[in-house]
């Protein structure tokens, strides 16, 4: 059972931000794209950032200039910086780590909510 351990999450003002954070299993870390996403209630689950073991990131194009996605190999862990937060942005985030080759496999932590007051 991989287990995907997250924190940061809470209630913030506009504009405010957080920094959510993800350990995870070193082989995980080390082989799969960490990813976060996030699931408004009545939305489908979308993908906010992601990084490859090699530091390629990837961005939703709502959260662009404002969220920052980066990892430490020593602790094994992925951040998601938050700045500049919206009321729009409220939702649970995932952590997610995910690979396609040599097979499809994709694991998910237990979300954390960033709610964001107006």
């Known amino acids: 059972q991989v287990q995907l351990v997250e924190s940061g999450g809470g209630l913030v003002q506009t504009g405010g931000s957080l920094r959510l954070s993800c350990a995870a299993p070193r082989n995980i870390f080390s082989n799969y794209v960490m990813g976060w996403y996030r699931q408004a209630p009545g939305k489908q689950r979308e993908l906010v950032a992601a990084i490859t073991s090699g530091t390629t990131t990837n961005y939703a194009d709502s959260v662009k200039g404002r969220f920052t996605i980066s990892r430490d190999s020593v602790k094994n862990t992925v951040y998601l910086q938050m700045n500049s937060l919206k009321p729009e942005d409220t939702a649970v985030y995932y952590c997610?780590?995910?690979?396609?080759?040599?097979?499809?496999?994709?694991?998910w932590g237990q979300g954390t909510q960033v709610t964001v007051s107006s």
């Open positions: 997610s780590a995910h690979r396609t080759i040599p097979r499809v496999e994709a694991y």
